[in-house]
């Protein structure tokens, strides 16, 4: 091979394939000539071979070999194609002259690379330097545009496109498509698209996606139909479209039609049927898959976690890793979410060891996503931990912590947080002020929560949307202040719905505000007759004043109007990594004579300390003997009573309850939390109760 050292057998080699011998063959000789560096160098490029090129690059330097333009613009070709942008910048930077094949590598990488700021400013700075951009700069730039969603730039853009004359390219006008169809700009698009004198299987796939992504189904469907031919993009595009609009059955006849089914399309086929809640239909199409990937297992996994089915998107995922098919960050994302709900922190922490092991531990969404989970698990602590060992953090994870502390109660540290997002420069969006205002409103913070709704409209520009109104409303309520609530949902912008009624109907039980309270649920009654829960929650207003004729009033008012009643109370525990459900009265536990004698004992020894059943949050037709024992067996006792059998003396008790935890069974947990000294947390549908030594957390506020 030494022997080798023509400019021919040097071409040879690199069109055969062997980049790496011909590298080689630079040692030999004493000074490579002009033809030899420009041979190698376009081969590096053309196998975007970093590394090779990288060790050409050297060579050159060692020899003092002058870049000239072409070997100059072939370099940042090189660096920029391979997302090395810093050599790139610097190679551009020493190059005594450049053309337009220079300035657009540069600005085509960093288009690629998504630093869209840099790749119009490197636009923007070629037109001052008297260099005139082509039809390859435009297509460059304009995906650059379409990644910001910059309307304005985009259509500057388009301005200098006519203005140069290459309005008429295919690419270009395929680039220009695509760039307004992304800046939802539909109309623009659609203009472009049928000025265009030739078209390519570009421009009418973005044109699907168009009209798919702004809802236009239809018309997606008709330009799909005219398409003179279709490639595997158009099929997955307007399969896509039709998924995400709802359009499942139309979806799965074009997936029928499909002459050769991508992966892509059999997981948005997946995705469909799992986002409209036909989980099973999902699943059949999972296993029927001639191969899957890691988006299919991820696409099934996030199915059952956005239908309820949690156990299930852990099993699954479980499936996966046993497959031996690596999780990547969407894999994370998806399977926290499912730990976070069910509370199964010890299984969280199997997920976490898992992400640190496959070096996602720096990627923002899944950082976000282990801060939520912790958080939802009950561990505030670890959580702030998981948060401030992220090398970065967005909206997304500021968002996560303070709602993290919102749920907690803890609305100063959550407040403390907010005024340090600020001076970190990043601005909040929507739902960091839903988590903002749920902190004020745990921690009972009147004026902040008010000066915080304020805040929203006046310094950031953000129209508060109804949960943002539910908040202060309930805000208000909680504090007594029934009469400003009231008049806050009379002057809202707004037409209030049942959640806002549905926080003052709540208030005015705690306060038992019977007239105010009756007025609210004749506004529920209107929005929602058949909705269970606000007939259950005017009965509790009745419970708490001692007015049972009312309460018989009510259940005949279900009756007559054949309101279904809601789903009992649930309540879920994690054990040895395994978590187990209780409902009210359930009785099909193995462990439920255990059950039975292990809350027989609490009961004699809570009464014992002073406990009396609050018989009011029993609502039956019973003696009082057996209105104490129903409420002995709702679901979080049971699943409190099956953790203290099932786990060892002192223990944290983590339990999730679907429902708002009810007057009684708050304070019967305080007290077995002293008397069997453990920490018990619970998570009702509502804030986390951290239950330790006779107290809780809430300051009995909630």
Known sequence: MAAIS??????????QGFLKEAIRILDSMDRPDYSIY????????????????????AHMNERRFKLDLFLGTTLVALYAKCESLEDARRVFGEMSKRNVVSWTAMIAGYARDRRSEEALEFFYEMQRTGIQPNHFTFASVLPACAHLGNLKHGRGVHGYIIRSGFQAAVYVGSA???????????????????????????????????YAQNGAVVQALKIFEEMPERDVISWNSIIAGCVQNGRVDEALELFQRMPDRSMVSWNAMIAGYAQNGHVDKA???????PERDVVSWNAMIAGYAQNGHFDRALKLFGQMQVKGLKADAESFGVVLPACANLAA????????????????????????????????CGSIETASKAFGYMPRQ????????????????????????????????????????????????????????????????????????????????D???????????????????????????????????????????????????????????????????????????????????????????????????????????????????????KIDEELQRLAAEMKEAGYVPDT?????????????????????????????????????????????????CHSATKFISKIVAREIIVRDANRFHHFKDGCCSCGDYW
């Open 6 to 15: 023509s400019f021919g057998d040097v071409k040879t080699l690199c069109n």
């Open 38 to 57: 420009a041979t190698l160098l376009q081969s590096c490029v053309d196998n975007r071979a970093l590394q090779e090129g990288k060790l050409v690059h």
């Open 176 to 210: 220009l498509v695509d760039m307004y169809v992304k800046c939802r700009s539909v109309e623009d698009a659609c203009n472009v698209f049928s000025k265009m004198p030739e078209r390519n299987v570009v421009s009418w796939n973005a044109m699907i996606a168009g």
């Open 283 to 289: 699943l059949k199409l999972f296993e029927e898959m």
């Open 345 to 376: 922190m010890e299984l969280g922490k199997q997920v976490h060891g898992d992400i640190v092991r496959n070096g996602f531990h720096s990627n923002v969404f899944v950082g976000s996503a282990l801060v939520d989970m912790y958080a939802k």
């Open 394 to 473: 967005n909206v997304v994870s500021w968002t996560a912590m303070i709602m993290g502390y919102a749920m907690h109660g803890q609305g100063k540290e959550a407040i403390l947080l907010f005024e340090q997002m600020q001076l970190s420069g990043i601005s909040p969006d929507r739902v960091t002020f839903v988590g903002v205002l749920s902190a004020c409103r745990h921690a009972g913070l009147v004026g902040e929560g008010l000066q915080y709704f304020d805040c929203m409209s006046r310094d950031y520009h953000l129209t508060p949307s109804l949960v943002h109104y539910c908040n202060i409303v």
């Open 475 to 593: 805000l208000l309520g909680r504090f007594g202040a029934l009469g400003e609530a009231q008049s806050f949902i009379q002057k809202m912008p707004i037409k209030p719905d049942a959640t806002i009624w549905g926080s003052l109907l709540g208030a005015c039980r705690i306060h038992i505000n019977i007239e105010l309270g009756e007025y609210a649920a004749e506004r529920l009654f209107e929005l929602e007759p058949e909705n269970a829960a606000h007939y259950v929650l005017l009965s509790n207003m009745y419970a708490a004043a001692g007015r049972w004729d009312d309460i018989e009033n009510v259940r005949k008012m279900m009756k007559d109007r054949k309101v279904k009643k809601k789903p009992p109370g649930c309540s879920w525990i994690e054990v040895n990594n395994q978590v187990y459900t209780f409902r009210v009265g359930q009785r099909s536990n193995p462990q439920m004579q």
């Open 616 to 664: 009011r949050f029993a609502l039956h037709d019973v003696e009082e003997e057996q209105k104490e024992f129903a409420l002995c067996h709702h679901s979080e006792k049971l699943a409190i009573a099956f953790g203290l059998i099932n786990t060892s003396l002192g223990t944290t008790i983590r339990i999730v309850k679907n429902l708002r935890v009810c007057g009684d």
